[in-house]
């Protein structure tokens, strides 16, 4: 199979952003660019020199939307929503997938290799200040946490030390069903919601699903009404006070970071399906 260039890999996945793109202006969906995207966005006007990948959040309403769209055939002929909720991710929310690759990730095992993708985050509109949401909060970040770990191939550690001790668990992750944590961890997630047409001051947009939520709770009034910033020379949506999410998150994010303080790579290897591009 032919591997791709990086300028391929950014290619195919700024892509699936642009399907990503049609869908939502087509149906009145919302979304924002987030994470490294967005500060390749406001930074770079287009993707961090060393990133590999593409996230976006998009409102809990929005997203169960955009999956119903999906299953109705919605989406552009090369491309798929991957979900614990048919087996074709691991992962707690959906990847806008090009079916057209093959894409390995650095730290998993071959046998979770999908398409290149964007990565779509589910942000949950929530009561900041219930008792239950950070009970839910906890629950679904250990879920999380016990999911990664799980999907984590010893192999690919970073270091002899991180190796050993994946060795030294993996005969128990391996047993764990990280699709069933991937669902309840979701289900956490959905559960606080409220009403998306409710308006309190209390109410805040939050993400249960990959991180910390307090890493990650938002005002609406920071993401809406959104914003359009340049991403590869094309205009896509960004929150509205996009520059005090990034600094919320990131701290100093304007900033080039010297080598040894960026992320890794996400991709180990990625390849074309059937051996071309099909172009």
Not at 5 to 24: A, F, K, N, Y
Not at 61 to 86: I, K, M
Not at 105 to 133: K, M, T
Not at 153 to 159: H, I, M, N
Request: charged share 30%; glycine share 4%; proline share 6%.
């Amino acid at each position: 199979m032919a591997a791709l260039t990086m300028e391929e890999i950014r290619e195919v996945e700024l892509g699936c952003l642009r399907e990503l793109d049609r869908v939502c202006r087509a149906h009145g969906l919302r979304y924002a660019l987030a994470y490294g995207t967005l500060i390749g966005a406001m930074r770079h006007k287009g993707f961090i020199p060393w990133d590999d990948d593409i996230d976006v959040y998009m409102p809990r309403s929005d997203y169960e939307e955009l999956y119903r769209l999906f299953r109705v055939g919605e989406l552009g002929s090369r491309y798929t929503l991957t979900s614990y909720r048919d087996h074709s991710s691991i992962y707690p929310f959906f990847k806008l997938v090009d079916t057209r690759t093959r894409a390995e990730e650095s730290f998993l095992n071959e046998r979770h290799a999908s398409g290149l993708w964007v990565d779509i985050f589910p942000l949950d509109y929530v009561d900041i200040e219930s008792p239950r949401l950070k009970r839910v909060a906890a629950q679904a970040y250990r879920l999380v946490y016990w999911r990664h770990v799980a999907a984590t191939d010893p192999r690919f550690a970073t270091s002899a030390r991180a190796r050993a001790l994946k060795y030294a668990i993996y005969p128990l992750t391996r047993r764990i069903d990280q699709y069933r944590l991937a669902r309840r961890a979701d289900e956490l997630a959905r559960s606080v919601n409220l009403d998306p047409a409710a308006r309190s001051p209390r109410a805040r947009y939050v993400l249960l699903v990959d991180d910390r939520m307090e890493r990650n709770i938002l005002a609406p009034s920071d993401l809406f009404p959104v914003g359009e910033a340049f991403f590869e020379g094309e205009r896509f949506p960004v929150p509205a006070k996009a520059a005090d999410v990034l600094t919320a998150y990131y701290g100093t994010w304007e900033q080039i970071p010297p080598p040894d303080q960026r992320p890794p790579a996400h991709l180990r290897r990625v390849v074309w399906v059937g051996g071309d591009s099909e172009k």
